[in-house]
């Protein structure tokens, strides 16, 4: 049996984004910047795909950008907030995506910010008290904390958080890449700068993805070469692929509550059901409401093929992750459990859910991973 639980990294592209796309992949060709009839018409597709976009966000077409995908968006807030509006101070979390956390760090290396790490706890829960602590005896600053962790699902109270960065006058952005399409976004009633998205963690293609960016701020560009994205963004834009994203934010908004609750239910069957079978089981980060309901990411206790549980599971068909994707390359292990101060010599899992994960691939990965515990 063939079973994907590895969704926070990735997801299937629905057949219907898949549908959506292929025109501009077989007969809708012309290039966006083109004047003739051609590139008129895949022009007048990505700018419907941007009112689509911000219709369900909520926003102007105007302060929607298309990217290459969530870190190209993340680095495009962080860097040039920092460079177009004279930012000196900066505020994150040592839980944060690398997209910010790598981002942020150079910076201040170049000597171009002081950079503060607000505290979290044993779950990740940010200390706003710190935060604001932190705001209050420094200068303008800039913020970024992530909407819901990628690796233990703990949610920010992105609305809380913005209120306390418009007391302070500082700009705030939130990586909510895996957020985006799970949970309906009213981008009026939140008081954030920049929001960014990567299509394929909502059934789109990879490769694109938008940042979001409030009327009421301006910055320079990040990539230079062309008057696309209203000349924010160089480059022949990626058409078939912003079609893509759009259909399945589309499909995602009109579904969520659905999806919401069959996932929110596969997550709480897969943790009563390890809490049964395994004794000594924990799990990183909060599960409940305070959670992304995509994500379970469990520590096993000690046992001798520890190391090999990710591997072990590989070979049994089960993908999933013991962290984000991005640093599975790394031989360091997790920057966010060892932010958490959690126990690195146990072996965590990151499984992830979505709206194709069957009740019948969970019964079957309880019952490996117990023998594998045994």
């Not at 009633?189 to 998205?197: A, D, G, L, Q, S």
């Not at 009563?272 to 520590?299: H, M, R, W």
């Not at 031989?331 to 994960?357: E, M, P, W």
Request: contains cysteine; neutral net charge.
């Amino acid at each position: 049996m063939k079973v994907y639980l590895d969704n926070a990294a990735t997801t299937r592209l629905d057949e219907h984004v898949l549908e959506a796309m292929l025109p501009y992949m077989r007969e809708e060709y012309g290039n966006p910047s083109s004047i003739h009839s051609f590139g008129r018409k895949t022009r007048s597709a990505i700018e419907g795909a941007r009112k689509t976009v911000s219709k369900l966000l909520n926003v102007s077409p105007a302060e929607i950008f298309f990217t290459s995908g969530g870190t190209e968006a993340d680095n495009m807030a962080i860097n040039q907030s920092i460079h177009s509006l004279c930012l000196k101070h900066a505020i994150t979390s040592k839980i944060e995506h690398h997209a910010v956390e790598t981002t942020l760090h150079n910076l201040e290396k170049q000597g171009k910010i002081k950079l503060s790490w607000v505290n979290v706890d044993a779950k990740g829960n940010v200390d706003l008290n710190h935060l604001e602590e932190l705001l209050k005896t420094n200068e303008r600053t800039f913020v970024s904390l992530m909407h819901a962790n990628n690796e233990i699902g703990t949610l920010l109270p992105l609305e809380k958080v913005g209120e306390i960065c418009a007391k302070y006058d500082a700009i705030f952005h939130s990586d909510t890449v895996q957020t985006m399409g799970h949970y309906p976004m009213d981008l009026q009633k939140i008081k954030v700068h920049f929001v960014t998205c990567a299509a394929h963690k909502f059934h789109g293609p990879k490769g694109v993805g938008f940042l979001y960016v409030n009327h009421t701020i301006k910055i320079q560009p990040m990539i230079f070469g062309g008057a696309q994205e209203r000349n924010m963004r160089g480059g022949t834009e990626n058409t078939q692929g912003i079609i893509g994203l759009a259909k399945a934010l589309e499909i995602c908004y009109a579904e969520m509550d659905e999806h919401i609750a069959y996932i929110k239910g596969l997550k709480t069957y897969m943790k009563a059901q390890l809490e049964k079978t395994i004794p000594g089981i924990a799990f990183n980060g909060e599960t409940g409401d305070n959670s992304l309901y995509t994500v379970l990411n469990c520590c096993f206790p000690a046992h001798k093929d520890a190391e090999m549980m990710l591997f072990n599971l590989d070979i049994a068909g089960i993908a999933a992750s013991g962290g984000s994707a991005c640093s599975s390359g790394s031989n360091q292990g997790s920057h966010v459990l060892r932010g958490i101060g959690a126990d690195v010599s146990r072996a965590s899992v990151r499984f992830s859910f979505c709206k194709y994960t069957t009740k019948e691939e969970i019964d079957y990965t309880i019952e490996k991973l117990k023998s594998m515990v045994a």
